[in-house]
């Protein structure tokens, strides 16, 4: 009589041990997709170098692989832009080097970038990461009469038209400057050709990804430390730590003039002082925005900000 008893609790032992087997196996599961969404790469990133015969992309899959990787991905890329039609120049061009049987500028100037992004570096000229960046280490002097009219046209050269480079620079000399202030400054270092400006201090190479120049890390690699705290206040302040405790799960690649709360629910710098949204435009000036420009010698307010 106790044999069938036995078959039945048996048989509920085998249930409970399956049922808790399969929740054990569904749970795991579950903890390896997020863990795997969390490190894994974006699959879902077309290659648009992937099946390239292009010489420069065929020599540098061994040279530089990773270079090649970040572009492939890149929106310049999957638009047909070339790595010619940003480092290829003429034999004649200012800092050209020969190579492989051709003449290119390893670092593009503006001037490339101006080639597509004409509005962008006209705006950037107009900025304090211009030659005013430049200018408060290295002073005006050398500038060609071109960048000095450019430079006056800035509100920074108007009240320092004859500006001379900074006294602790000139204590410290370039072999220390190098390794600091221009690290930084050179964001508006004039090129051989006279354009002005390194896009590549905010657009890194080779991804020039909209995601990366937003994220407030990118500003942060110039506006830190004592003399210009700006990171550290932002990272206090309610919106750096709304950005801190939630940025991961905002819309960073929304496209320009789209922008809303539901991207991002805080700001960030570029936020303020750069993005589109549906009631202004985009801007490389990155003071236009600002209510008062406090570094000439009177307090003015950009014309803009009025508007």
């Known amino acids: ?8 609790s048996g048989s509920l032992r085998v249930l409970v041990i399956g049922f808790l ?6 749970g795991l599961a579950l903890v390896m997709f997020a863990v795997t969404r ?4 974006n699959i879902d990133s077309v290659d648009a170098l992937a099946n ?3 010489a420069c992309v065929t020599c540098h899959r061994n040279t ?3 270079i090649v990787e970040q572009f492939g991905h890149s929106t310049m890329a999957a638009a047909s832009v070339t790595c010619e039609d940003c480092h290829v120049v003429s034999a004649d061009y200012p ?7 051709t003449y290119v500028l390893a670092s593009p100037t503006s001037a490339m970038c101006a080639k597509c992004h004409g509005g962008e570096v006209a705006q950037f000229n107009a900025s304090r990461h211009g030659l005013p960046a430049y200018v408060a280490v290295f002073g005006t002097e050398g500038l060609s009469q071109d960048l000095l009219d450019m430079y006056a ?4 050269g108007q009240f320092a038209p004859d500006k001379s480079r900074n006294a602790i620079a000139a204590l410290e000399g370039p072999a220390i400057t190098r390794f600091a202030c221009e690290s930084c400054h050179n964001v508006g270092r004039p090129a051989a050709d006279e354009s002005v400006g390194q896009c590549q201090k905010c657009h890194l190479r080779h991804e020039f990804s909209l995601s990366q120049a937003r994220h407030p890390e990118t500003c942060n690699n110039c506006h830190i430390g004592p003399d210009h705290p700006q990171w550290e206040i932002y990272t206090e302040s309610a919106h750096g730590i709304a950005y801190a405790t939630g940025g991961d799960s905002w819309n960073w690649d929304a496209e320009p003039g789209t ?7 805080a700001p960030t710098c570029a936020t303020c002082h750069m993005s589109a949204t549906k009631d202004q435009p985009v801007t490389h000036d990155v003071g236009m925005r600002i209510s008062w420009n406090n570094r000439p010698a009177v307090s003015i307010r950009p014309e803009v900000s009025d508007a």
């Open 153 to 156: 046209a800035i509100p920074e």
């Open 64 to 66: 530089t692989p990773g």
């Open 95 to 101: 800092a050209a080097e020969a190579h492989e049987g």
């Open 38 to 41: 969390a490190v894994s790469p």
């Open 52 to 54: 390239s015969d292009n």
């Open 1 to 8: 009589m106790t044999l069938p008893e036995r078959t039945e």
């Open 21 to 26: 087997t399969v929740v054990l196996v569904v």
């Open 259 to 265: 922008l809303t709360v539901n991207d991002f629910p």
